[in-house]
């Protein structure tokens, strides 16, 4: 971690100087190793991690961190999506109170950090800070968030959405991919309530909480690219998302003759390849967005060596910062399907839709966290959010918002994620100094 | 079937009238209908019918084959391989036969006639003309072959290489892509003897076959959209095979910005649409090939909706009726795969190569067979044929091959084959009105 700078705005009078707090937060070092390890070992499938949503991988987390908080005398608490709040009580228990969190859940075969290090992040400002000998003004909440990966249940922020009452007619009947069951079913196991669920309960009133932050390691090599450990979130993008798309041709010969075709594969072959065409003239604008199909596959149970596909599946995730991109951009994909229908002499059933608004961060979270690196001279830069993240949930219901970014050399929702804890303990810093700026002493 | 016009060039002496031969193939229209409706009953598998080679399905169809080439007196006789010999005896027993046949198996959830439609046909050919009180000259052999789908083991050929001595080192563990089992199990389970084929026995000598026929529904509507019944063969393609190809690229968070990502599974959408531009070029050129990605996919274990694919996985069969076509075109394949991985930062790893010869028709016998049609005023069209047949491993062991392909509307491998049984017995006169010219009366 880099020692302090002087500071370039003064510094709230009654918080810690930088170099204090930069100290403190060095101290919980190995606090953040050990947690980091025992996360990986709850959540252990080579090659790498699968803390399974509402599984037994992300069960192991939430118990790893909620001992963890007990230790730093934090009050347990739980709701009926089986979130998990670790609160640090404040001097006016009546204030709103700020959550600092992410998410413990992981894709299967992940990475250790996508999640989890927002949530060791929360323990450790709020570890350093007590080092420090602060009372926070307000209650400081740690809160591990359930069910962010939207993979396993193809629904997104579960967990944070549960939290705020928000969560979308249907969910709790939408089956895990790899067991079948109900999402009910399973937050039941996890010791959740689905039926306060169901019937619309809201554990966080968005009135009793100043302020959401969330740490996450970066989900590109942007960071690496520019050579800075930290980024300072400028927004969450919003998406469209196709995740059950078919393309219906005709099973046929190997030997048919090509103007006799009517090949479902090579008709998502041509989608993928024309997607990515719009991509690159988007990228080549300097217009942000991403489009990602995860799922690419012809039939299991009917493809074959010498079978022309006449069935073909995919999946679509498409996202932008702006909402006019977005809705640009999903016209463009229509257009797409409409020339592939055409030319191909296939049907496109693109299946539910599902999709999220843009997120925007809270301006004065964004100079507030920006001011921190500054005092603490730890050098950023304003990113937009690669990814999708609970923080999005938040703003959806009004909370003021903020996240900070830790580079991280190899993506994420892979094994390979690389977070150094150098570069992790200075976006700790970040927040640490932010909500020492926040809470007071 | 239209009646017989006066033919052009004088008929065999010793042989009965195009017209008489036409009236006794329709007095076996019965027949025919019965034996398609016990064998799609042999492979009732909806969608469609499934005899699978060496497994339950294809079994009741030797069984009802054998059954019925014992109402007609045949000699029913099985080799190693366990394929089906049913022998009409001929004056001279000693001299080279001639075998009508084809194979009994079908893809998974394909149509009735694929294959099965040669094997009828013989059966009808033999019974029109001992309905005739033809003796023939030499003995006829219609022949129930097994295994030629390769679908089912990855391996082409395998009863027809196996009667006759050919099959490849290693086919014998080949394993069934549904069971897992080896061939060679699969094999014993239907009383054929893989010790005995593993020490290269080999049932067929091809100096003692005269000629083997083979009756096919064309695989591809050329015909008709040519408006003729029956077409004949001119050529089978040869091939080389990709059974198992794989792409390596990395597993990333659906964020990543598109200068950083290496998708398989886009990789694969390239190749894809390379080799079908590669196709539409041969095609404005008038040259025949084919290229079919069967298996297109990515990895059910590890897709889903946020993952960038860093695997795909596809075959490639490729084929064409010029060896040095073929050549050429594994030469771009492989400059595609190339371009692919420098584009786009990937690996492939083609897996193992499979390939087969172009398969030479007899001109003798593609001349007989198209004087035997004019002779009966059936419309025929010359036709290279879109698929691989048995016929193409009889040529390989040197003997005279040649086949009548027969309408059919919806292509083949899938279960809306649509051969009518008017233009099927079109396609078995011709067969018969052959036969009896070549072994007399």
Redesign the interface.
Known sequence: MTAAAPATAPAPTLAPAAATIAAAVEAERGRAQALFDRLKADGEDPPGVSRDTYGPGEQRGHATVAAEAARLGLEIARDPAANLYATWPGRDRAAPRIILGSHLDS???GGNF?GAAGVVAGLVAVAALQRLGCTPACDVTVMGIRAE???WF?VSYIGSRGALGALPAGALDARR?DTGRRLAEHIADCGGDPAALAAGHRQLDPATVAAYLELHIE????LVEAGVPVGICTAI?GNF?Y?DATIRG???????????RHDA??A??????GL?AI??EH?ARGI?M?A???????D???????????A?HF?L?A?AYDAAVLAALEQAVLALVARIERQRGVRFDLGPRASAAVGPVDPGLRDGLAAAAAALGVATRDLG????HDAAAFAAAGIPMGMVFVRNE?????P?EAMTLDDFLSGAAVLTHWLAGAVGS
């Open positions: 894709v299967p075969h996508d990966e939207s993979i193809q991919i989900q590109a090599p942007s993008p998302r995740p005709t099973n046929d010969h190997v030997g048919l003759p090509r103007r006799f594969a090579l998502g072959a041509d989608f993928a390849v990515d991509w690159a990228e942000a991403a990602t199909i995860g799922r690419f596959h012809t299991p149970a009917q493809h074959g060596l010498t079978i022309v596909p006449g073909f999946s995730d996202r959010s690669p990814a999708s190899n993506g994420s929702h892979n390979l």
